[in-house]
């Protein structure tokens, strides 16, 4: 089987995410800690939504390791379950991996700890566990993402290399436009392709309308495969991030002011515009290509339709012809078409 560089020679890649986002709509991952235990707890669910996200179109199985460090098991009081949340989320990810195909990554994330040279002998420790289970489990890769700080990126991006395995790296460019240390995107994406990770480029924080332009800089400053990874929803330049988003129609005034994460739903992308990220970031030489926290299987199928696949789930892509009112086949009810202007 290609690894990931032979297979982004060839072409674009997809990668699937924002598990946690979808299972906390299913009702297994409570929104606040955002704590991966339902691998643990309904593993059978986690590998469902894996086979769904690869049924759609995914090229990759990201294990659900995302928030299942040390630090955020600590919060909820389960540090001492650390080892099997990482390890089952690795074994479910592989399973799914052998059976479809599809490369099968480890994760790691933004700490929330790093302070910079003060925090990196903990927060190493943090990357080195959990890069250590993923080498073990025989992953194809590593992705480090979500890092607001490019010193922790860093960091992330040393420990995986030094595990021996390609490194995929990502930045969240909150609403002030750079790395916290002030660092652009471009020039952050530089010093991680310095440092050796293998890709780099943006993920979560920003919908495709804001992302892209950040995309189209980096793609500029670097030589490796550049990776964009928006969450789908309609950020604008007055509110460039999800998390900036606010909602003056919600009935809560708390909700009205940051519907971030629980009331994001008037934002979301249709999956047409998700095509349309995906037709555009492929235009600016992004290769490496998924859709973040708030994804859902039909935004994935999308982004492989636009870039010229037909996954197993496009045998479900909409056919309106056939609508009973809105179709077109003739056959239908000349009635039902006529009263489709009252609808």
Avoid at 94 to 107: D, Y
Avoid at 140 to 148: N, Q, W
Avoid at 256 to 266: E, G, M, S, V
Avoid at 309 to 335: F, I, N, Q, V
Wanted: contains cysteine; negative net charge; charged residues 25%.
């Amino acid at each position: 089987m290609a690894d990931l560089l032979e297979r982004l020679a060839r072409g674009p890649v997809i990668c699937a995410e924002g598990y946690l986002f979808e299972l906390e709509r299913r009702g297994y991952v409570q929104a606040g800690g955002f704590v991966p235990e339902v691998v643990l707890e309904h593993p059978e669910k986690v590998a469902e939504l894996h086979r769904e996200f690869v049924h759609a179109g995914s090229d990759v199985v990201e294990a659900f390791t995302y928030y299942a460090h040390r630090e955020k098991l600590r919060i909820i009081g389960r540090e001492d379950d650390l080892e099997r949340i990482n390890r089952r989320a690795l074994e479910i990810a592989r399973e799914v991996s052998t059976e479809s195909g599809a490369l099968l990554a480890g994760n790691v994330c933004n700490t929330n700890v790093w302070a910079g040279d003060e925090s990196r002998d903990s927060v190493g420790a943090m990357f080195e566990e959990q890069v250590g289970w993923a080498a073990e489990a025989g992953v194809d890769f590593v992705i480090g993402e979500t890092f607001s700080w490019l010193g922790e990126a860093l960091l992330a991006t040393a420990v995986i290399k030094e595990a021996g395995l390609p490194a995929v790296v990502m930045l969240t460019v909150h609403r002030h436009g750079s790395a916290r240390e002030g660092i652009s995107p471009a020039e952050a994406c530089k010093q991680l392709e310095a440092a050796g990770a293998d890709v780099v480029g943006l993920n979560c924080g920003r919908g495709p309308a804001t992302m892209l332009p950040l995309l189209e800089e980096v793609r500029a400053a670097v030589t490796v495969p550049v990776a964009g990874l928006p969450v789908p929803y309609r950020t604008t330049e007055s509110h460039p991030t999800f998390h900036s988003l606010e909602d003056p129609g919600a009935p809560d005034p708390t909700i009205a002011a940051r519907p971030f994460p629980t009331a994001l739903d008037p934002f979301t992308c249709s999956r047409y515009e998700i095509a349309e990220f995906a037709r555009r970031a492929q235009d600016i030489g992004v290769s490496y290509l998924g859709v973040c926290c708030g994804a859902a299987p039909h935004h994935i199928r999308s982004m492989a339709e636009a870039l010229g696949r037909t996954p197993p789930a496009s045998r479900y892509t909409a056919d309106m012809s056939k609508h009973y009112a809105l179709g077109t086949d003739s056959t239908l009810r000349a009635e039902n078409q006529e009263y489709a202007e009252r609808m």
